[in-house]
């Protein structure tokens, strides 16, 4: 008798999935067997669009192609790690979807693609629902950075009765595991296999120990390079070889790559990124290691793996980079108190994305790195400007019709590709300002916690438009330009679905729309749309700042919890409405990104 497909493919990979003591804590949640139905596959599939990226590489040498190829390879790598932290089948899920797919299943097939979107076995549904698409648990808060299943709640409790191990546990490059014997002979082991691991970490091999003679401490910390040892190792020996391949025509980049290698051992990126902020690059950059840590819900400490692949785009960073000034000023005018330093020579420039893996992998528009503070302090931070992703055709056009679907009449022009690439820039820089540490001298991430990455992007997003205004002022934007960067900051605030409160992203957008429409920026009416009163624009976005910047200097985090709480609520008849005009569009809200790079 012939198997349903979907009863295969849950066949299978639940035979695929054995069980797993890595991070497995006493009660481990059972399989979830409901699971996307086809209809449902094939529902998000067609709401997907397809992006692809084929940066022109013609004029790239043979050494720097050669060292693209072993970029590549490391990016296979971290890929594959992000992926383990974020579900701790999702390997073999996989490999068992691959494997039913190479036989001519269908759905397999499906659910692959879907594996790509979502970067593991649970979906975002367009109701915003994380649900399985094959046989897995779902996953808590912490994923598989920590012991499987670990809650806020069993973590608090373990702190106090271990107040010492907290800087491991909150350490951004540690996975949290449960204490069992077999976890503890995998990391000593590592450490034997690999003597440099068991040099760089010198009281981890005595932490161990500790740890397995005292079986009533539930839980440890290990580096991600002991616990990922022999992926970390290859990573290492792949960015070596990519250093000595390029070291003849591009020193800094080398001695960048060389650092990082190391970095990856270490956990400690300082070397890295300091070679990574203040070196002058070729026509190659690339972002490698574990850095943000929007994917832990649980503290919002730990960092995923991810790697950009990038192609300078020469012409275009000189003009970015001659047009950036008056930093000190803006950082002068922001409504606080406590201003600092600002520098002025900011490493910035514009580039084409290669190939992009682990949590990189999507349409991500810009980063700013590194985040720790004190390399900030000490080196200043690089920001990458994805040009390729800011002007795709597909993009662009999809958020012009959602605009122009949105609003009023009024307002249907005032979106403008360039609006966005300038917002982009801007909050980017946005980051360099502002309080970096809060009045007891604790950085963001540990005074704000959860909050943190949160109130850090929404900052970002509001200096972004005080600069708009900033610029204006100065006659560097024109009174059209300065439009259409606050049609982009309103544009960035709709939303088609509820967040859920651990999306930061999601949440800051929909505070900030609250806000706005609190202050009379922006008013809905069902029958014309969205309207906008640019003229009470800019007083909205200094008060909503100036509360915002205070909150992080003052390090209150109860005060952080009720701002989000209060500027969080959804309107059925406000924001639905708006969600049902942006799901009229028919515009793809999923994006199928591939690599000319990749062979796809």
Do not use: C
């Not at 879907?114 to 549904?125: N, V």
């Not at 020996?237 to 990519?242: D, I, M, T, V």
């Amino acid at each position: 008798m012939k198997m349903n497909s979907k009863i295969a493919i849950v066949a299978l990979l639940t035979v695929a999935l054995s069980p797993s003591l890595t991070y497995a804590t006493k009660t481990t949640p059972t399989k979830e067997t409901s699971i996307l139905s086809e209809a449902q596959v094939d529902s998000i599939l067609e709401d997907s669009m397809k992006i692809h990226f084929a940066p022109d590489i013609s004029h790239l040498s043979q050494t720097e192609r050669k060292t693209l190829d072993y970029l590549v390879q490391t990016g296979h790598i971290l890929h594959d790690l992000y992926l383990n932290a974020q579900h701790k089948d999702a390997l073999q899920q996989k490999a068992a979807l691959q494997e039913l797919a190479a036989k001519g299943n269908k759905d397999a097939e499906k659910r692959l693609t879907l594996y790509r979107i979502f970067k593991g076995p649970i979906a975002t549904t367009p109701d915003n629902k994380r649900v399985p698409f094959v046989a897995a648990d779902k996953p808590g808060p912490g994923k598989n950075r920590y012991a499987w299943g670990l809650t806020k709640e069993k973590l608090d409790a373990f702190l106090k009765e271990y107040p010492q191990l907290e800087a491991d546990i909150f350490d951004l490059r540690s996975l949290v595991r449960a204490n069992t014997p077999d976890n503890i002979k995998k990391d000593l082991a590592a450490l034997t296999k690999y003597p440099v691991l068991d040099t760089l970490h010198p009281l981890l091999k005595e932490k161990l120990e500790q740890a397995k003679n005292n079986p009533q401490q539930r839980l440890y910390a290990v580096p991600y390079s002991v616990a990922y040892a022999d992926d970390i190792m290859q990573a290492y020996e792949l960015l070596q070889k990519a250093s000595r391949t390029i070291a003849p025509t591009d020193k800094d980049f080398a001695d960048y790559l060389a650092n990082r290698s190391r970095d990856l051992l270490s956990d400690d990126y300082e070397s890295g990124d300091a070679s990574w902020v203040t070196g002058s690059f070729g026509n190659l950059n690339a972002q490698i290691g574990s850095y943000e840590t929007y994917d832990d819900a649980l503290l919002g400490v730990k960092s995923a793996f991810s790697m950009s692949i990038l192609i300078k785009d020469r012409e275009r960073s000189a003009k970015l980079a001659n047009s950036i000034s008056d930093l000190q000023e803006i950082e002068n005018s922001l409504p606080y108190e406590h201003h600092k330093n600002v520098r002025s020579d900011i490493p910035i420039g514009v580039y084409h994305v290669y190939a992009d893996f682990g949590q990189a992998r999507g349409t991500n528009t810009a980063s700013i790195l590194p985040n720790e503070s004190r390399f900030a302090r000490k080196y200043g931070r690089i920001i990458l400007m994805r040009y390729n992703v800011l002007t795709n055709p597909t993009i662009v056009t999809s958020a012009k019709t959602i605009w122009k679907t949105v609003v009023a009449e009024p307002f249907a022009n005032d979106l403008t590709g360039q609006s966005n690439y300038i917002r982009t820039m801007w909050h980017e820089i946005g980051h360099y300002m502002g309080p970096s540490l809060d009045k007891q001298g604790r950085t963001l991430d540990v005074a704000m916690q959860d909050n943190a990455n949160l109130l850090e992007e929404m900052k970002s997003d509001l200096v972004s438009l005080h600069s708009a205004a900033f610029l204006h002022d100065k006659g560097v934007h024109d009174d059209a330009t300065l439009r259409s960067v606050y049609a982009g900051g309103i544009m960035r605030t709709l939303q088609r679905v509820k967040p859920r409160r651990s999306q930061p992203y999601q949440t800051m957008q929909l505070m900030t729309f609250n806000f706005f429409r609190e202050q009379g920026v922006i008013s809905f009416v069902a029958d014309s749309g969205l309207s906008i009163d640019y003229e009470k624009y800019p007083q909205a976005v200094t008060k909503l700042l100036a509360k915002l910047l205070d909150i992080q200097y003052q390090g209150d985090k109860q005060a952080a919890d009720d701002f989000i709480e209060q500027y969080s609520q959804w309107d059925e008849s406000v924001h639905g409405a708006i969600a049902k005009r942006i799901s009229d569009t028919k515009q793809p809200r999923y994006r199928i990104v591939s690599y000319e790079a990749l062979g796809e």
